[in-house]
C-alpha cells in the first residue's frame, strides 16, 4: 500500500511540474525573466516552511551535522546548477531541445541506479524507461528538431537530465533518514544561497535580460502568479515527489515523473491555445502505458 502511494505521489508531482511551461509562458509575458523565475520561487518557498515551523512550533529543521556539508553541494548540483545549465540551454539552443534532452533522465537515473544501488532491474523496468522515451520523443517530434547545429547549449541539456537524476538518487537516500518537508527545505535553501554566484557568472556572460534580468519591482498581478508558480511548483510538486521516492525505486520514479511533458501539453492547449497532434496523443499514451509497466510488481517481491 505504502508503495502504491508512493507512485500517485510522484505522478502527482509530474502533474504538478507540468504547469512550469505554462506559468514561465505567463510570467515572460510580464518580461520577467528567467532567473527572477526561480530565484523567487526558491526564495518564497524557504519562507513558507519557515514561516510554518514557527507557527507549528514542533517540527525542527536540524539535520546531522555531516549532511549539513552534503546538501550544501547538493544545493549546488541538484538546485542551482540544474536550473542555471537549464535556462542556458533553452538561450543557446531553444526550449524545445532544453526540455526535450532533459527528460534522457530516466536513462541517468537507470545508470546510477545500478551503479549505486547494485540491483537487478527487472526487463519490465527497461521497457517502461524505452516506452516512455519514445512517448516523450513522439510529443516533442525529434524528426522536426535540427541537430545538425550540436553545440555546448546541447551539452547543457544533456547535463541537466544528469542532474535531473542526480536530484532523484540524492532524495532516495536522504529522505528515509529525515522528514521530506526537512530535506526539501535544506535542499532550496542552498540551492538558493549557490543561486547568486550563479547568476553573478551567467549575468557577465550572457547579459541577457531575458535570461538574468532582475528587477523586484513587479505589479500585483505578476506577484500573485509568481506565489501560485511557487506553490504548485515547488511547494506541492517538490514535497509530493520528495514524499513519494521514500517507497519507489529511482529508476521507476524517473519514468512516472514524465507525467510531466504530458500535462504540459495538455494545459498548453487549454489555457495557451496551442494545437494538439496526433503524436501528442500517441506519445501521451506511450507514456501513460510506461506508468502501467512501472506499478506492477513481482508477486514474490514485497
Same mark, same amino acid.
Given at each position: 500500500?505504502?508503495?502504491?502511494?508512493?507512485?500517485?505521489?510522484?505522478?502527482? %508531482?509530474?502533474? *504538478?511540474?507540468?504547469?512550469?511551461?505554462?506559468?514561465?509562458?505567463?510570467?515572460?509575458?510580464?518580461?520577467?525573466?528567467?532567473?527572477?523565475?526561480?530565484?523567487?520561487?526558491? %526564495?518564497?518557498?524557504?519562507?513558507? *516552511?519557515?514561516?510554518?515551523?514557527?507557527?507549528?512550533?514542533?517540527?525542527?529543521?536540524?539535520?546531522?551535522?555531516?549532511?549539513? *556539508?552534503?546538501?550544501?553541494?547538493?544545493?549546488? %548540483?541538484?538546485?542551482?546548477?540544474?536550473?542555471?545549465?537549464?535556462?542556458?540551454?533553452?538561450?543557446?539552443?531553444?526550449?524545445? +531541445?532544453?526540455?526535450?534532452?532533459?527528460?534522457?533522465?530516466?536513462?541517468? !537515473?537507470?545508470?546510477?541506479?545500478?551503479?549505486?544501488?547494485?540491483?537487478?532491474?527487472?526487463?519490465?523496468? $527497461?521497457?517502461?524507461?524505452?516506452?516512455?522515451?519514445?512517448?516523450?520523443?513522439?510529443?516533442?517530434?525529434?524528426?522536426?528538431?535540427?541537430?545538425?547545429?550540436?553545440?555546448?547549449?546541447?551539452?547543457?541539456?544533456?547535463? !541537466?537530465?544528469?542532474?535531473?537524476?542526480? $536530484?532523484?538518487?540524492?532524495?532516495?537516500?536522504?529522505?528515509?533518514? $529525515?522528514? !521530506?518537508?526537512?530535506?526539501?527545505?535544506?535542499?532550496?535553501?542552498?540551492?538558493?544561497?549557490?543561486?547568486?554566484?550563479?547568476?553573478?557568472?551567467?549575468?557577465?556572460?550572457?547579459?541577457?535580460?531575458?535570461?538574468?534580468?532582475?528587477?523586484?519591482?513587479?505589479?500585483?498581478?505578476?506577484?500573485?502568479?509568481? /506565489?501560485?508558480?511557487?506553490?504548485?511548483?515547488?511547494?506541492? #510538486?517538490?514535497?509530493?515527489?520528495?514524499?513519494?521516492?521514500?517507497? +519507489?525505486?529511482?529508476?521507476? %520514479?524517473?519514468?512516472?515523473?514524465?507525467?510531466?511533458?504530458?500535462?504540459?501539453?495538455?494545459?498548453? #492547449?487549454?489555457?495557451?491555445?496551442?494545437?494538439?497532434?496526433?503524436?501528442?496523443?500517441?506519445?501521451?499514451?506511450? /507514456?501513460?502505458?510506461?506508468?502501467?509497466? +512501472?506499478?506492477?510488481?513481482?508477486?514474490?517481491?514485497?
Amino acid at each position: 500500500m505504502a508503495a502504491i502511494g508512493g507512485h500517485f505521489l510522484i505522478i502527482i %508531482a509530474g502533474v *504538478f511540474y507540468g504547469t512550469i511551461p505554462v506559468f514561465a509562458t505567463l510570467l515572460s509575458r510580464y518580461e520577467v525573466s528567467t532567473t527572477e523565475q526561480v530565484f523567487v520561487r526558491l %526564495a518564497l518557498s524557504v519562507s513558507i *516552511f519557515l514561516a510554518y515551523v514557527l507557527l507549528k512550533g514542533r517540527h525542527s529543521l536540524r539535520l546531522n551535522p555531516r549532511d549539513y *556539508f552534503h546538501f550544501f553541494i547538493f544545493g549546488l %548540483a541538484g538546485i542551482a546548477l540544474f536550473f542555471t545549465l537549464y535556462m542556458t540551454a533553452a538561450v543557446m539552443a531553444s526550449v524545445t +531541445v532544453a526540455v526535450l534532452l532533459l527528460y534522457t533522465q530516466p536513462i541517468f !537515473t537507470l545508470i546510477l541506479s545500478r551503479i549505486l544501488y547494485r540491483r537487478q532491474i527487472m526487463l519490465s523496468g $527497461y521497457l517502461a524507461i524505452l516506452l516512455a522515451l519514445i512517448g516523450v520523443a513522439a510529443i516533442f517530434r525529434v524528426w522536426d528538431i535540427s541537430w545538425a547545429d550540436f553545440g555546448l547549449g546541447h551539452i547543457f541539456a544533456l547535463m !541537466t537530465g544528469f542532474l535531473y537524476s542526480v $536530484y532523484i538518487i540524492f532524495m532516495s537516500r536522504k529522505t528515509p533518514k $529525515y522528514d !521530506t518537508l526537512t530535506v526539501t527545505f535544506w535542499a532550496f535553501l542552498f540551492g538558493l544561497v549557490w543561486m547568486l554566484p550563479l547568476w553573478f557568472l551567467t549575468h557577465l556572460v550572457f547579459k541577457n535580460p531575458v535570461m538574468t534580468g532582475l528587477d523586484f519591482s513587479l505589479p500585483v498581478n505578476t506577484w500573485l502568479l509568481l /506565489i501560485a508558480f511557487t506553490l504548485c511548483t515547488n511547494i506541492i #510538486a517538490y514535497l509530493a515527489f520528495n514524499h513519494g521516492i521514500r517507497t +519507489v525505486e529511482p529508476h521507476r %520514479a524517473g519514468v512516472l515523473v514524465l507525467a510531466e511533458p504530458l500535462v504540459a501539453i495538455i494545459l498548453g #492547449a487549454a489555457l495557451l491555445g496551442q494545437t494538439l497532434y496526433l503524436t501528442d496523443l500517441i506519445g501521451g499514451i506511450l /507514456i501513460l502505458v510506461s506508468f502501467l509497466i +512501472v506499478k506492477r510488481r513481482r508477486k514474490s517481491k514485497p
